[in-house]
């Protein structure tokens, strides 16, 4: 197997953001390698998603560089469409349409985008509907579904773009309780089948138990990482400290 050329799948390097004179990112260094799997906690407000929304550029960061697989997003001369291609991004909400049924939300983007036929987008739509355990609901409409089943959809989603790597936006953070598991367990297959994972979360133990690297930020800058395990069981700044003792 031949490696690839670059050095990491995703590589943040002095990344600053500020909206007007609010400084949200200060500073971040930080790489994710192909095949893992990092989580990223913080209290509100500590620039996690906008992290996650600049690796994308769903947000332009104010200095420094992000790159995706060695192509630097912050490049005017990127072809981002080409590059977002490649990632698949799950937000807190759904962002389902819902005017279309499930398959028809999940094909929209490959014949638009992948330029598949109307089978083929279905055949794989379909696919990804079952690795997400909802294949018995592809015709319905999202107004159908639990909200975890329109997250296991959303995930099916970008799924059906076949990325190379994805992107979680605290995706289980509007759901109920209840329902948290059946998205978590999709998350960890995904995991398992190997998917490089950046994933912005609340759930300690999914960070423990699938995590290959945990980071902590706090305004807008990464405090603490390190092996999950390790940073949750023993903290090393008293900020990480001070944070887990209110969520564990």
């Known amino acids: 197997m031949t ?9 943040v390097q002095k990344l600053h953001k500020s909206f007007g004179d609010n400084e949200v990112l200060k500073g971040i260094d930080f790489h994710v390698d192909d095949g893992e799997v990092v989580c990223v906690i913080g209290p509100s407000g500590s620039g996690k998603s906008t992290l996650l929304r600049c690796i994308n550029q769903l947000e332009v960061p104010t200095k420094g560089r992000v790159l995706v697989e060695g192509v630097d997003m912050t490049d005017p001369e990127t072809d981002l469409n080409d590059v977002r291609s490649r990632i698949g991004m799950v937000f807190q909400s759904f962002n ?3 005017h279309l049924t499930v398959t028809d939300n999940l094909t929209l983007a490959q014949r638009r985008v992948k330029k598949r036929s109307k089978a ?8 990804n509907l079952a690795k997400v355990g909802l294949e018995d609901k592809a015709d319905a409409y999202p107004a159908h579904l639990s909200g975890g089943q329109q997250q296991r959809v959303a995930i099916a989603r970008a799924l059906s773009m076949e990325p190379d790597l994805m992107l979680f936006d605290e995706p289980t953070s509007a759901l109920d309780p209840e329902l948290v598991g059946d998205v978590l367990a999709v998350m960890k297959t995904l995991a398992s089948d190997g998917m490089t994972m950046m994933v ?16 902590f ?12 395990v390790e940073v949750l069981s023993n903290p090393q700044h008293e900020r990480t400290q001070e944070f887990l003792s209110k969520v564990l």
Not at 217 to 228: K, Q
């Open 3 to 11: 490696s690839p050329a670059y050095d990491h799948a995703i590589d």
């Open 96 to 98: 389902l349409f819902p």
């Open 120 to 127: 083929d987008a279905r055949r794989c739509a379909l696919e």
């Open 200 to 215: 912005v979360t609340h759930e300690m133990g999914f960070a423990r138990e699938v995590g290959d690297k945990l980071v």
């Open 217 to 228: 930020m706090d305004e807008g800058v990464i405090m603490e990482e390190g092996d999950p």
